[in-house]
């Protein structure tokens, strides 16, 4: 039992999220997902929009299953120039991380 338990936790450690930020406001999710799918293979891909215009708000994740891909891609993107801008990647951080310092 705890094999399968072992097993299942190595799996969804293994997936990456990665955060892009600096993308211009035009950027659609396609782009996005085809700009890291040349790095490897991208599970999802998400661009971060205003809820009340529908914007792209400049940001958006992508989780990838390979990390030695998704390293590949933080090292190669970060700091690419995508339409005019210099985008930056980084390994997002858990959400409950990102909230504690929030209130700090």
Same mark, same amino acid.
């Given at each position: 039992? #705890?094999?399968? =338990? #072992?097993?299942?936790?190595?799996?969804?450690?293994? *997936?990456? !999220?990665?955060? $892009?930020?600096?993308? /211009?406001?035009?950027?659609?999710?396609?782009? *996005?997902?085809?700009? %890291?799918? @040349?790095?490897? /293979?991208?599970? #999802?891909?998400? *661009?971060?929009? +205003?809820?009340?215009?529908?914007?792209?708000?400049? %940001? &958006? %994740?992508?989780?990838?299953?390979?990390?030695?891909? @998704? !390293? @590949? @891609?933080?090292? $190669? *993107?970060? &700091?690419?120039?995508? =339409?005019?801008?210099? $985008?930056?990647?980084?390994? =997002?951080?858990? !959400?409950?991380? =990102? +909230? #504690?310092?929030?209130?700090?």
């Amino acid at each position: 039992m #705890s094999l399968v =338990a #072992s097993h299942h936790k190595e799996t969804s450690e293994q *997936l990456m !999220k990665l955060l $892009i930020r600096n993308l /211009t406001r035009n950027t659609t999710e396609t782009e *996005l997902r085809t700009l %890291f799918e @040349a790095q490897g /293979t991208v599970q #999802s891909c998400t *661009l971060v929009t +205003d809820k009340v215009t529908g914007n792209s708000k400049g %940001f &958006g %994740f992508v989780e990838m299953p390979k990390p030695g891909e @998704a !390293k @590949a @891609a933080v090292k $190669i *993107l970060n &700091g690419k120039e995508v =339409a005019g801008n210099k $985008i930056r990647v980084k390994k =997002a951080e858990p !959400k409950k991380e =990102a +909230d #504690s310092r929030a209130g700090e």
